[in-house]
């Protein structure tokens, strides 16, 4: 992988930190809460999704700042979801990223009430971002809330809960993670070219290019769980095997699953290139997303 993507991750990496860090007052929150809350926003997220937001904007504008807050907003939501999906009645997972999870650290009452937190407040910092307009706002408010409720991520989650147990067909696996996963990455390419004030037919061609991106990311993320490095991922592999889910390894085999990726990432190269943003840093992060191993 090139030295200049993961450059450019590190910098967004740590921009979006700076940003988060600032946006949760200590002050005024609960000591235990906030503590959980701050326990699994720096709990060490790759923070693609605010990554993707940047650079969707910055493949058509370049004062990136004006995007910050809706991109912490977005990571509030995947880290809030996250934290649910660890607790006892969904996954019940002892630990993510090498280290215990919220409700192992803390108690499941906490847990789930600093996901409640991070889900609400991602909603305030958007409403009171002084440097979008009452339309932007409303626009992101929408969309945000439709990426991470029963049409989008939370939808997805329970018809993966559903597929436990049954053989989903290849459509039914796609609508399963093109609402769990696809939705939030949708977002984050939507909400950057929007704000950058991008034109109807480009924002089509995104809206292809982020639904195959969101096929690759699960799909790679199946792939990891047969062959990937158990210490890089910090999870053991082997989990979806042991809870019987629905995968694109399951379903296709091994090298099936790859040659599916491989049919996506040539989708998404094509629906970018009539985005014109084929010289982005979006499309350095689509390879990123296929060949990344954690």
């Known amino acids: 992988m090139s030295n200049h993507i993961e450059q450019y991750i590190e910098k967004g990496k740590q921009t979006i930190e700076h940003v988060l860090n600032n946006l949760i007052?200590?002050?005024?929150?609960?000591?235990?809460?906030?503590?959980?809350m701050i326990y699994s926003l720096f709990a060490g997220g790759k923070r693609l999704r605010?990554?993707?937001?940047f650079a969707s904007y910055e493949a058509y504008e370049m004062n990136v700042s004006k995007v910050h807050k809706t991109a912490a907003a977005?990571?509030?939501?995947?880290?809030?979801?996250?934290?649910?999906?660890?607790l006892p009645a969904m996954d019940d997972d002892?630990?993510?990223r090498g280290k215990l999870t919220n409700h192992k650290k803390f108690d499941e009452s906490t847990a789930i009430l600093a996901g409640d937190a991070l889900l609400t407040k991602s909603f305030e910092i958007i409403a009171s971002d002084e440097q979008l307009t009452n339309k932007e706002k409303v626009f992101l408010i929408q969309s945000l809330a439709n990426a991470s409720g029963p049409e989008g991520m939370v939808g997805g989650q329970i018809l993966d809960i559903e597929g436990e147990s049954t053989s989903l067909n290849l459509k039914q696996l796609e609508t399963v993670h093109k609402l769990k996963t696809g939705k939030l990455i949708k977002f984050a390419i939507?909400?950057?070219?929007?704000?950058?004030n991008t034109d109807e037919e480009i924002m089509n061609h995104l809206k292809k290019f982020a639904k195959y991106l969101g096929l690759i990311f699960q799909v790679q993320d199946d792939i990891l769980d047969i062959e990937?490095?158990?210490?890089?991922?910090?999870?053991?592999?082997?989990?979806?095997v042991d809870n019987q889910k629905s995968t694109y390894p399951n379903l296709l085999g091994l090298d099936g699953a790859k040659k599916q990726k491989e049919i996506y990432i040539e989708k998404a190269t094509e629906a970018l290139t009539l985005a014109k943003a084929n010289n982005s840093y979006l499309m350095d992060l689509l390879h990123y997303f296929g060949e990344r191993e954690y």
Request: charged content about 25%; overall charge negative.
């Open 190 to 196: 939507i909400a950057g070219a929007y704000l950058a």
């Open 25 to 36: 007052n200590r002050d005024s929150i609960p000591k235990n809460l906030y503590d959980s």
């Open 74 to 86: 977005l990571e509030m939501i995947h880290t809030y979801s996250l934290i649910h999906d660890d």
């Open 94 to 96: 002892d630990f993510r």
């Open 228 to 240: 990937g490095d158990p210490e890089k991922l910090g999870k053991p592999v082997g989990s979806d």
């Open 50 to 53: 605010p990554i993707l937001l």
